[in-house]
């Protein structure tokens, strides 16, 4: 993600070498709810029941602390007030980056403590960095199995910190198996696709989704990735309400299984200049508030079955596609009537029992849409998902002639469960 230099201090203070010590078997598993995640705490001035309640109304279940400058004591406060309001926080603490004896003193300190989810280590570490950001993880998961270390790694357009490194291989497979696909809880990273200029960065966007569905296939290991809420002076557009759901939808799409939003509090005191978030600078709710909270609850209902789910594949549609993707094969079991409108189907099993769910997306920002599919005549009924309460409900599926016609709204995503 982009880098906060007024909010988090990223000294590296370190005055012992750490042990790599074998991870203690089992690894608990991460619960099967979708939680719904923001970037990043409130600051020290506003850690009151009023901001928190409003980051709880707004259908999220996880703050990602990353500042390493404030206090135990500041810490624990912020802890004491998500508990209060039913959220979960990743912390950050400095004593992350010491020596054995430090780490082990700040697990102690948070490890106990209901809001607790996890503890921050490093956001987007360079391929050197990724040795010792594995040893952390492993220690931490030492430390405490219960909770989630949080390491997210850069996208593939950050070609300044990742120069000519292979992105697939040689940084998110090479950082899954540093950490063991049995150890790492989350496969994290960021992309940001809305430009100042007006554009869509579409290339990178999918091709990253791609890259990290693909390794959470292979490995195992659930994903996570951070959806863009902001815009900055280092080129990005602050999204409206129809993009925030074209960001949500298309990562849930790709297999995310923890969205969370870059960012929810609007950053000052940095070098890099933003716009307004989903609140401002001093908390109060801007005009993407409303939006913002009810695509969090459809994204929780939606959750439900998704955390179920693997991402097989995922198509394109329309005029043209974005390089590195691709179309839906002649013979798939769910088809666009028109392979011109720009949609996503992706393919989703459920791996306990092989049922087949789809999601399907509209690619546009500003258009609704009416879509009409022809199913596959193995398909005996479809049943939508609802993202009301994220039970199947019956919809207009013409079993006779094996067709569906549904409506969606810019950046809207469906999900439907295919009976057999």
């Known amino acids: 993600m982009l880098v906060l230099t007024g909010v988090c201090s990223c000294s590296k203070a370190q005055t012992e070498k750490i042990k790599p010590d074998p991870v203690k078997p089992p690894v608990a598993e991460v619960k099967d709810d979708m939680m719904i995640g923001i970037y990043v705490s409130p600051g020290i001035g506003y850690i009151t029941d009023h901001h928190f309640k409003n980051i709880r109304e707004a259908n999220v279940d996880l703050i990602q602390d990353i500042s390493l400058s404030y206090s135990q004591t500041n810490k624990l406060a912020m802890l004491d007030m998500a508990a209060a309001n039913q959220l979960k926080m990743f912390v950050a603490d400095q004593r992350v980056d010491g020596t054995d004896a430090?780490?082990?003193?700040?697990?102690?300190?948070?490890?106990?403590?209901?809001?607790?989810?996890?503890?921050?280590?490093?956001?987007?570490?360079?391929?050197?960095?990724?040795?010792?950001?594995?040893?952390?993880?492993?220690?931490?998961?030492?430390?405490?199995?219960?909770?989630?270390?949080?390491?997210?790694?850069?996208?593939?357009?950050?070609?300044?910190?990742?120069?000519?490194?292979?992105?697939?291989?040689?940084?998110?497979?090479?950082?899954?198996?540093?950490?063991?696909?049995?150890?790492?809880?989350?496969?994290?990273?960021?992309?940001?696709?809305?430009?100042?200029?007006?554009?869509?960065?579409e290339v990178p966007y999918y091709k990253d989704l791609d890259v990290i569905r693909k390794a959470g296939l292979k490995y195992k290991v659930r994903t996570s990735s951070y959806l863009q809420s902001i815009g900055s002076?280092?080129?990005?557009?602050?999204?409206?309400?129809?993009?925030?759901?074209?960001?949500?939808?298309?990562?849930?799409?790709?297999?995310?299984?923890?969205?969370?939003?870059?960012?929810?509090?609007?950053?000052?005191?940095?070098?890099?200049?933003?716009?307004?978030?989903?609140?401002?600078?001093?908390?109060?709710?801007?005009?993407?508030?409303?939006?913002?909270?009810?695509?969090?609850?459809?994204?929780?209902?939606?959750?439900?079955?998704?955390?179920?789910?693997?991402?097989?594949?995922?198509?394109?549609?329309?005029?043209?596609?974005?390089?590195?993707?691709?179309?839906?094969?002649?013979?798939?079991?769910?088809?666009?009537?028109?392979?011109?409108?720009?949609?996503?189907?992706?393919?989703?099993?459920?791996p306990a029992n092989n049922r087949v769910y789809i999601m399907v997306v509209n690619k546009s920002l500003t258009e609704n849409k009416t879509f009409a599919f022809k199913i596959g005549t193995a398909v005996t009924n479809v049943k939508g998902i609802s993202k009301a309460d994220g039970l199947e409900k019956d919809i207009d599926y013409k079993a006779a002639d094996h067709k569906l016609t549904d409506n969606f709204l810019p950046g809207e995503g469906k999900l439907y469960a295919l009976y057999k």
């Open 102 to 201: 430090d780490m082990a003193a700040m697990v102690n300190a948070y490890k106990n403590h209901p809001a607790t989810a996890g503890y921050y280590i490093k956001d987007e570490p360079r391929v050197p960095d990724l040795a010792d950001a594995a040893m952390r993880y492993k220690k931490l998961i030492n430390l405490d199995p219960e909770k989630v270390p949080h390491v997210n790694l850069f996208p593939s357009y950050a070609t300044g910190a990742l120069a000519n490194v292979e992105y697939e291989k040689e940084y998110v497979e090479q950082w899954i198996e540093l950490v063991g696909a049995v150890n790492l809880k989350y496969l994290s990273f960021d992309n940001y696709p809305f430009m100042k200029d007006g554009t869509l960065r």
């Open 233 to 350: 002076d280092i080129g990005l557009r602050r999204p409206d309400a129809n993009e925030l759901r074209y960001s949500a939808f298309t990562n849930l799409a790709y297999g995310i299984k923890l969205p969370v939003w870059f960012t929810y509090w609007t950053p000052i005191g940095s070098t890099e200049k933003f716009t307004n978030a989903i609140v401002d600078a001093q908390g109060n709710k801007t005009d993407l508030y409303e939006p913002f909270k009810l695509i969090n609850g459809e994204m929780r209902q939606l959750g439900k079955t998704l955390m179920k789910l693997d991402a097989m594949d995922v198509f394109h549609a329309g005029l043209s596609i974005p390089s590195g993707t691709k179309r839906t094969p002649s013979d798939f079991i769910w088809k666009a009537e028109n392979e011109n409108e720009f949609m996503l189907i992706t393919h989703f099993v459920n």
